[in-house]
């Protein structure tokens, strides 16, 4: 079992930063492969961003390339998500995910955590 934590989200305005956390417990963090998911209300959960278990394969979704950056730290099980010049349509609940490989396909992850607000104002 693992178990996750986000942390970080809040109320900002267009174009200001936000970096989330997560952070995991249980069995081997190192093993596994992290994903941040977001959901906007309406909306199906999304792919934002994945790093694999040794952290260093990354890659994200169109909308977030060159603004969002996902790292890992090992030794502090936890993963991050840097979030620059943020926009409107990034307003969602931030998942974090934890799974054997490396994907944007969200069934694939068999870890998750309870989700932080990020709430972005025009």
């Known amino acids: 079992q693992v178990q996750l934590v986000e942390s970080g989200g809040g109320l900002v305005q267009a174009g200001a930063s936000l970096r989330l956390s997560c952070a995991a417990s249980g069995r081997t963090f190192t093993s596994y492969a992290m994903g941040w998911f977001r959901q906007a209300p309406g909306k199906e959960r999304e792919f934002v961003a994945a790093?694999?278990?040794?952290?260093?394969?990354?890659y994200s979704t169109d909308s977030v390339k060159g603004r969002f950056t996902i790292s890992k730290d090992n030794a502090r099980n936890t993963v991050y998500l840097q979030m620059n010049s943020l926009k409107p349509e990034d307003t969602a609940v931030y998942y974090c995910?934890?799974?054997?490989?490396?994907?944007?396909?969200?069934?694939?992850?068999?870890?998750w955590g309870q989700g932080t607000q990020v709430t972005v104002s025009s």
């Open positions: 790093i694999s278990w040794r952290g260093t394969t990354t």
């Open positions: 995910a934890a799974g054997n490989r490396l994907t944007d396909y969200a069934p694939s992850y068999g870890y």
